[in-house]
């Protein structure tokens, strides 16, 4: 069964389009399941936790926690301030922990992993790259491979353009190099739980991180290509990115991002 569903992924365009909300109660079976979003949109939140209410994984895998905060997830999950408080999320940098509640109430009895990298193991990255800062296993998730050219210069475009043209296009190689790191973080921390586990493993992540091209759905195939995985983006307009399948929502009223860097 496992054989013939990666045929489908692989042969089959068809799986790669946009899917009504109704259809997340329905995604197809696969090991592990990454979950995209726009951070601060409570929508894009609403659906994740629809999506796993349907799934029922046996561990949820967090691009907000590190695998220390995600080890404080309380027993007794039914009162959002003191899971948040629990977490350390008011300290973390990411939006209102009640955003994120409802995918932790809808994953019950789930466990609960970490797979943030903490900003002085990123800074590392952007300086020495991500493979040094990563250890022994960077070589099974592909960071001693060399980017081909025309990737690690689409991907620092990419960065140059996230990050408002603001900063010199010559630093944008590490941050490509602290994307990767990322990247690869999430694909060990699934793969963790999945052998903890046994599966399904739910992912929440930005968006950015389930494009299945060099995102952590492709970390996990390097490491694990016998594991069967799926790719949700959601996403606020006109789809760019490539994932499996994804939802196109409304976006939200935000102040200019650039703002800041200007």
């Given amino acids: 069964m496992r054989a013939a569903i990666l045929a489908v992924f692989a042969a089959t365009p068809l799986w790669a389009q946009p899917i009504p909300v109704t259809d997340l109660d329905t995604l197809p079976p696969a090991d592990v ?4 979003e726009v951070h601060d949109n409570p929508a894009h939140h ?16 967090w691009e907000m926690l590190t695998p220390e905060q995600a080890a404080q997830m309380p ?11 629990a977490l350390g999320w008011a300290d973390s940098g990411w939006p209102e922990f009640a955003l994120y509640y409802p995918i932790v109430e809808a994953a019950g009895t789930a466990r609960h992993y970490g797979a943030a990298v903490p900003r002085p193991e990123a800074q590392r990255a952007f300086h020495e790259g991500a493979a040094a800062v990563f250890g022994a296993e960077a070589d099974r998730f592909g960071l001693n491979r060399p980017l081909p050219e ?3 210069e689409t991907r620092e475009a990419v960065q140059f353009a996230a990050h408002c043209e603001a900063m010199p296009l010559e630093m944008m190689g590490g941050m490509v190099e602290a994307q990767r790191l990322r990247d690869a973080a999430l694909a060990r921390a699934a793969l963790q739980a ?12 930005g968006s950015g991180h389930t494009r ?7 970390a996990l195939r390097i490491a694990a290509p016998e594991v069967v995985s799926l790719a949700l ?3 606020e307009g006109e789809r760019s990115t490539p994932w499996d399948l994804w939802v196109v929502t409304a976006p939200v009223e935000r102040e200019d991002p650039c703002t800041a860097f200007r």
């Fill in 33 to 36: 399941i990454f979950l995209g």
């Fill in 46 to 61: 609403l659906n994740q936790a629809r999506a796993i209410t349907a799934l029922r994984p046996a561990a949820v895998v």
């Fill in 75 to 85: 027993d007794d999950r039914s009162d959002p301030a003191a899971v948040g408080d």
């Fill in 150 to 152: 025309d990737e690690r």
């Fill in 194 to 205: 999945l052998e903890d586990t046994g599966g399904p493993v739910a992912v929440i992540a």
């Fill in 212 to 218: 299945t091209d060099w995102g952590a759905p492709a």
């Fill in 233 to 235: 983006g959601q996403s």
